[in-house]
């Protein structure tokens, strides 16, 4: 089984880091969002803690293949914080992600090319501070067997890392299991052989779960 390899890396807590260039403040804080209005939400809130900056630049990116991506300079030179901001976000793969760098003014111009190393440099510091996981789908399934073959199946699923959702004990002992989708076949031929035929599995619904925190 792979599951660390499937589904797609998204922030689960942001964080925040900050950078100096020439006498200037570079803070980022980054947050998880599952929407446009959220994004909009906490670069709000952002700005009104940091009212007195120069400038609040932001990007987000939202979306298993990025299909939301959006970002400003808030007054920079264009092309000079936004989009560098961005792309740190899609470089690392993240999604469902925003984050915001506050600049405080130091009194020096530092140049294009500054702007763009400390903008990018300052997404990078956030990001050390985050967790991430992975949004993976999955099948839930529901397993049935007696009482005789349930040391089996739990072997099994232990030596496949998976820990069931849910378990009654009464006439035959149901499992209810959680497993990624692209796993569901292997695991029922794996279960069949195991158990000697003496498992009954049925597929209830497809989901998004979170796994693989790292």
């Not at 300079?73 to 914080?81: C, I, K, L, R, V």
């Not at 440099?121 to 501070?129: C, D, R, S």
């Not at 985050?130 to 232990?158: F, P, S």
Request: net charge negative; charged share 25%; with cysteine.
């Amino acid at each position: 089984m792979q599951e660390e390899q499937s589904g797609y890396k998204i922030m689960l807590t942001g964080g925040s880091g900050e950078v100096e260039e020439k006498k200037s403040r570079f803070i980022a804080t980054l947050s998880p969002v599952e929407n446009e209005e959220e994004a909009e939400a906490f670069i709000a809130g952002i700005k009104k803690k940091y009212w007195d900056a120069r400038h609040n630049c932001y990007a987000y990116v939202i979306g298993e293949r990025a299909e939301v991506v959006r970002y400003s300079d808030d007054g920079e030179p264009g092309g000079t914080a936004g989009k560098p901001m961005l792309e740190v976000l899609l470089g690392s793969e993240i999604r469902n992600a925003a984050v915001v760098v506050t600049r405080y003014f130091g009194g020096t111009l530092l140049g294009t090319g500054g702007l763009v190393r400390a903008y990018t440099q300052a997404v990078q510091e956030g990001l050390k501070a985050c967790t991430t996981g992975r949004r993976i789908a999955g099948v839930q399934l529901l397993v049935t067997t007696d009482y005789h073959t349930i040391g089996k199946v739990l072997h099994l699923l232990g030596q496949q890392g998976i820990v069931p959702q849910d378990a009654v004990y009464a006439e035959d002992v149901r499992l209810t299991l959680l497993v990624p989708e692209e796993s569901v076949e292997r695991l029922c031929a794996d279960m069949t052989e195991a158990a000697a035929g003496k498992v009954v599995m049925k597929k209830l619904e497809r989901i998004l779960y979170t796994a693989a925190i790292f």
